[in-house]
């Protein structure tokens, strides 16, 4: 996969299109859980760190109501550890927080066959016992393999499993916001 070529497709969500998505993944998240007095956001390494952040705000900015927020990697809880790589890269998973009777909203960028979250229930579930495991992410691409759905979607692209969902942030992409879809050549 190293050595494939990616063609541009299109252009799935710009800037304001991405910050709309998470103001409205927020009002979802306030409703759902009628405010967030429980609520913390554990956002899955990489790119669901600074989503997590922007949700936060977000509903700092609805609710006037600070939200604690932890990262996690789930490298080392990933089924598909030993095909990853021999010497896998693990990064500190922060959770300044304890996640017993708390309703844990995991964050994410894009969902695909559902692995990912798999991981990251355990890592938490590792952690505490939630009261519940909620998933919010910015695209859902389809193409699950697990029983996994996400709660809160900013987007659902149907795709092929040739394409590929590339979600841009400034953390990560040289000030850049959006998602684009690219396809293999």
């Not at 009628?34 to 554990?42: A, I, P």
């Not at 006037?64 to 598909?80: K, N, S």
Request: charged letters at 30%; aromatic letters at 4%.
């Amino acid at each position: 996969m190293d050595d494939m070529e990616l063609k541009w497709k299109a252009t799935i969500l710009n800037e304001q299109a991405v910050y709309r998505a998470i103001k409205r993944i927020a009002h979802e998240i306030i409703e759902r859980n009628d405010g967030c007095d429980r609520v913390c956001l554990v956002g899955i390494k990489r790119r669901g760190v600074p989503l997590s952040a922007m949700i936060a705000q977000a509903i700092r900015e609805i609710e006037g109501q600070e939200i604690a927020c932890g990262t996690l990697d789930i490298t080392l809880y990933r089924d598909d550890l030993t095909q990853a790589s021999a010497l896998p890269q693990v990064s500190a998973t922060e959770l300044p927080f304890s996640v017993t009777d708390k309703r844990v909203i995991l964050v994410d960028d894009v969902i695909f066959t559902g692995r990912t979250v798999r991981a990251a229930i355990e890592a938490v579930i590792r952690r505490g016992r939630p009261d519940q495991i909620q998933l919010a992410v910015l695209v859902d691409r389809g193409h699950r393999e697990l029983p996994i759905r996400p709660d809160y979607v900013g987007k659902n692209v149907p795709t092929s499993r040739s394409e590929i969902v590339a979600v841009k942030l400034p953390e990560y992409d040289e000030g850049q916001t959006g998602v684009d879809l690219y396809q293999m050549i």
